[in-house]
């Protein structure tokens, strides 16, 4: 392992703090377009909420709609990948990657779920987003391998 100062201020570290601001402020855009979908929609989770279309509580408002869904089961695919990228992507930061390869890493990574979030959203056909999220986990699986080759101690 290389040292640590040397890590945290190398340009690897500084890509991924990149590419991580990247896919994250994606992913908290997730909440947003979200709320524009149930608001454009009309179709609540919480009676409350229905007086943000209707000036009383409507039950009529609550109600599932497949675009609120498909919106949502996209922001928790983000949720099930994006943090543990995070998580690997630092520890890969640590174990002194060539800086060429992290950054096909870091790139490769916030492509597939950019593009995994287009296909998704719009959405396009089949296997689009299958294959936008199947890249984004090899990327991750990869790094991860490179972790615990690095750093295997028992």
Not at 50 to 64: A, D
């Amino acid at each position: 392992m290389t040292k640590l100062t040397h890590t945290i201020e190398g340009d690897v570290m500084a890509a991924f703090v990149t590419y991580t601001a990247v896919v994250v402020i994606k992913m908290m855009l997730m909440s947003p377009l979200t709320a524009y979908f149930r608001l454009t929609k009309k179709a609540f989770a919480n009676m409350e909420d229905t007086k943000l279309s209707h000036p009383v509580e409507n039950p009529q408002f609550l109600r599932v709609d497949p675009d609120v869904e498909r919106v949502r089961r996209c922001h928790q695919n983000d949720l099930e990948n994006i943090i543990p990228f995070v998580i690997i992507g630092l520890m890969y930061c640590l174990t002194g990657p060539h800086v060429s390869t992290a950054l096909l890493y870091f790139r490769v990574f916030a492509a597939s779920r950019i593009c995994h979030t287009v296909a998704y959203v719009l959405p396009l056909p089949q296997p689009s987003r299958a294959l936008s999220w199947m890249v984004g986990m090899v990327v991750t699986f990869c790094m991860a391998s490179r972790v615990l080759t690095k750093t295997f101690h028992l």
